[in-house]
């Protein structure tokens, strides 16, 4: 089975796993693990931050730091098919009581002209604006990169405005190694960042986020408070160090491989897809003769495993875990399917 599904679905290699078993662990509550004390350094070094935080999941790491930025009944601005609004089981509200704005970004980009109306005003029965977000790459929106311009056109607005600025940064690695942007500039227009280890890098489990002291301090205590203080977890923070030591450069080949599938798509005239959007490794593309769910089954007979994409369309991504090879016969799964 050819598993396009998500990059999450890799499975942790050999040398990863033997970097697991060597590590020299302590209990991270007392702040005593060596190897997580390693990575925090290590990810607040590679992003330019004063501190950064190892936490369970990307979710978390988003949710942890809008709760740090905001107090109940704040609003946060993001584009509409942001994770934080879509992917997040509502927890802008029932872990922190507030809510989301969402706007209509071009690939996911939104611009201050846009953004600038929607900020409210201090009028007391109104809520207060208090962060604009950005993610990239962007999921929803099919991988896309955020130019850089634009992220520091929305900077000026949000400092113009005294509002926090947040990057959802779960998948910054690959916008890094398409641009050459490092991940440290990237970082350093935010107040608040979050990165992914069990995405593209291939780690089983885990994110981090970085900021100031005062917020990671805060975030410490937030990420107790709702269960994510973990003990002798230097076993998977030796994960996610491996991964960011070794599998970053290497995107390249995903976004390689994604491409090569992108062309064999766009070459069917019984498919749709927007090649101004492949910028990585996630692609949506729509089926013009078939209903989605229909050609998902059809390719799962055959082999290969897709997911419904946004509205009426199918994803595929590539992962560590998928070859030359394996990218071929996905081609020609979805070609046989969709003819
Ligand atoms: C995967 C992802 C996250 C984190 O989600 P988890 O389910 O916690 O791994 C956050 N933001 C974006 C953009 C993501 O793709």
């Known amino acids: ?9 890799t499975k942790p290699s050999p040398e990863m796993r033997k970097a697991m078993y060597e590590a020299e662990v302590g209990d991270d509550v007392f702040k005593e693990d060596p190897t997580v004390n390693k990575l925090e350094e290590y990810i607040a070094e590679l992003l330019s931050k004063d501190a950064a935080l190892f936490v369970p999941s990307g979710v978390m790491g988003n949710q942890i730091s ?13 584009d509409r098919e942001a994770h934080i609004f879509n992917y997040e089981s509502s927890s802008v509200a029932r872990l922190s009581g507030i809510q989301i704005y969402p ?6 980009v939104l611009t201050p002209a846009q953004v600038e109306p ?24 099919g991988g896309t990169i955020w130019p850089i ?5 929305l900077k000026n607005l949000a400092k113009k405005h005294g509002l926090y600025y947040h990057l959802d940064g779960a998948r910054i690695w690959n916008a890094f190694v ?4 490092s991940p440290k500039e990237y970082a350093s227009h935010f107040d608040s960042v979050s990165c992914c280890f069990s995405k593209g890098l291939g780690a089983p489990i885990g994110s981090a986020i970085a900021g100031s002291k005062e917020f990671i301090k805060e975030a410490y205590r937030v990420r107790k408070a709702w269960g994510g203080g973990m003990r002798q977890v230097g076993i998977l923070a030796a994960a996610a160090l491996y991964a960011v030591q070794h599998n970053i450069k290497r995107l390249k080949e995903d976004h390689r491989r994604a491409e090569v599938l992108a062309k064999r798509i766009n070459e069917n005239p ?3 897809i927007n090649m101004e959007a492949v910028h990585t490794n996630i692609l949506l593309f729509k089926p013009l003769r078939m209903k989605p769910e229909e050609g998902l089954k059809l390719c799962k007979e055959k082999g290969l495993i897709l997911t419904p994409g946004t509205i009426n369309s199918l994803r595929a991504v590539t992962h560590l875990d998928v070859n030359d090879d394996d990218i071929s016969k996905a081609a020609n799964i979805i070609d046989e399917v969709f003819k």
């Not at 709760?67 to 993001?78: A, F």
């Not at 311009?149 to 056109?153: E, F, L, M, N």
């Open 118 to 141: 929607y900020i409210r005003t201090t009028a007391y029965h109104m809520p207060r604006t208090k962060v604009i977000e950005v993610e990239n790459t962007h999921n929803r929106r």
């Open 66 to 78: 809008l709760n740090v930025l905001t107090e109940p009944g704040d609003e946060v601005i993001c």
């Open 103 to 108: 706007l209509d970004g071009e690939l996911g």
């Open 178 to 181: 398409e641009t050459g942007i």
């Open 149 to 153: 311009d634009a992220i520091v056109y």
């Open 270 to 272: 019984s498919l749709e």
């Open 1 to 9: 089975m050819i598993d396009l599904r998500s990059d999450t679905v």
